[in-house]
């Protein structure tokens, strides 16, 4: 256990629908990443906040995509109108920007199926 | 953008010996050179890194080395143990950049 939480860990939705994912980073990270891992491949990254504000985007992200961290601590990312195209896991990653180390500390992840 | 190839993207070892991924990447400008292993049903989690200013860093079983002007590191596992069984991936980081670029991964599996 990494100390990142994220919910749901399975989420299941039909095309259209829109989803919402939660992180939940290690409280004194500032710094908060969100990544997209497609079956056999890397993650790819979306994008990233410091602190609350959002930094970041890939231009992965389409403007269905949108993602929040209003105060400084948890993030969401939801998705509207939900594709198949939008089936994967997506992993939230925290660290503490300015410190000793680059490393990001991952959750679980929030696989997603759209039926 | 970065190009991040490993090599190989499945590699099977008996237990106890040795096994070695190549990363390549494309951007020299990279400064940051680490390792992330991930298991079935978890995020990657990092098992070792290096910065440009080093060659080579150990840490028990397994090692990093870098050849920054070939432009590829190498991770280097030695006496394979079966819970060394996951999908390693390299991410190299760009210098002033904020995001990892990770790469295709390598499947190790350790036959017992």
């Known amino acids: 256990d990494t100390g990142v939480s994220q919910n749901p860990r399975h989420k299941i939705t039909k095309r259209g629908q829109n989803v919402t994912f939660r992180c939940d980073p290690i409280s004194e990270h500032n710094r908060l990443y969100w990544y997209r891992q497609t079956l056999g491949q890397g993650p790819e990254f979306l994008t990233y906040f410091q602190n609350e504000a959002q930094l970041e985007k890939s231009r992965l992200l389409s403007d269905r995509f949108s993602a929040e961290r209003p105060k400084g601590s948890f993030s969401t990312l939801e998705i509207q109108r939900t594709e198949q195209g939008d089936s994967a896991m997506y992993l939230c990653a925290s660290t503490l920007a300015g410190g000793s180390t680059y490393e990001q500390y991952f959750g679980p992840g929030t696989r997603l199926t759209v039926t | 953008g970065e190009n991040v190839e490993q090599h190989p993207s499945t590699l099977s070892v008996q237990e106890g010996d040795s096994a070695v991924i190549k990363c390549t990447y494309s951007d020299s400008a990279s400064n940051y050179f680490p390792w992330y292993k991930q298991e079935l049903g978890k995020g990657p989690q990092l098992i070792i890194d290096?910065?440009?200013?080093?060659g080579e860093k150990k840490d028990q079983r397994i090692a990093v080395t870098l050849n920054k002007t070939a432009k590829h590191f190498s991770l280097h596992i030695t006496e394979t143990q079966p819970e060394d069984s996951a999908v390693y991936f390299c991410a190299p980081l760009r210098g002033g950049a904020n995001n990892l670029f990770f790469g295709t991964g390598t499947r190790l599996t350790v036959i017992p």
């Open positions: 290096i910065r440009s200013n080093v």
